[in-house]
Antibody, heavy 121, light 107 residues
Framework: QVQLVQSGAEVKKPGASVKVSCKAS????????INWVRQATGQGLEWMGW????????GYAQKFQGRVTMTRNTSISTAYMELSSLRSEDTAVYYC??????????????WGQGTLVTVSS | SYELTQPPSVSVSPGQTARITCSGD??????AYWYQQKPGQAPVLVIY???ERPSGIPERFSGSSSGTTVTLTISGVQAEDEADYYC??????????FGGGTKLTVL
């Protein structure tokens, strides 16, 4: 069965960076995009970007351009999302999700369990 | 920037029909997708390409599109359907966006 298992919760200081991992299993990792979505407490979903694990190509939401980097290690079927220059507004649950392959890139059919990132001084 | 507009909340009694709308200028040209999210859980895709239902999603979930508005319909609502629902689509340049979400309350 398809599974996406994310790394554990993180606490970071303002200005620091965080790197969240997402290990995929149950399917061919390089055949589907990995999307990243975040959700602040009590708020809605916010799309951050996508990565093609086969090519390494990425597409980021304009809001995160220059601050986010999505990478992968195909040998261990793991995707990574690194967000830099953290501020308190970045406190949220970060989800990785498998791209569903539909016409709108960024649609997801399987999701990780989420990783809580807390930014606090 | 492109926005998808959803009502903040919808309330229905068990067994009734719930309709959740999502409006956006690009929806006549871009498909919409719907997710259900229950507290403390990751979202689940319930409708794709406006009206298609993934395997495992109950038949009471359906979707439709008319002009700049798409609608998620839940027929014969059950208590377990109480959740937040989000639409997702893209603008003409392919930039992905979520709607603000609608909280469905089953009275």
């Amino acid at each position: 069965q398809v599974q996406l298992v994310q790394s554990g919760a993180e606490v970071k200081k303002p200005g620091a960076s965080v790197k969240v991992s997402c290990k995929a299993s149950g399917y061919t990792f390089t055949s589907y995009d990995i999307n990243w979505v975040r959700q602040a407490t009590g708020q809605g979903l916010e799309w951050m970007g996508w990565m093609n694990p086969n090519s390494g190509n990425t597409g980021y939401a304009q809001k995160f351009q220059g601050r986010v980097t999505m990478t992968r290690n195909t040998s261990i079927s793991t995707a990574y999302m690194e967000l830099s220059s953290l501020r308190s507004e970045d406190t949220a649950v970060y989800y990785c999700a498998r791209g569903a392959g539909y016409m709108v890139r960024g649609v997801s059919d399987y999701w990780g369990q989420g990783t809580l990132v807390t930014v606090s001084s | 920037s492109y926005e998808l507009t959803q009502p903040p909340s919808v309330s229905v009694s068990p067994g009734q029909t719930a309709r959740i709308t999502c409006s956006g200028d690009a929806l006549p040209k871009q498909y919409a997708y719907w997710y259900q999210q229950k507290p403390g859980q990751a979202p689940v895709l319930v409708i794709y390409k406006d009206s298609e239902r993934p395997s495992g999603i109950p038949e009471r979930f359906s979707g439709s599109s008319s002009g700049t508005t798409v609608t998620l319909t839940i027929s014969g609502v059950q208590a377990e359907d109480e959740a937040d629902y989000y639409c997702q689509s893209a603008d003409s340049s392919g930039t992905v966006v979520f709607g603000g979400g609608t909280k469905l309350t089953v009275l």
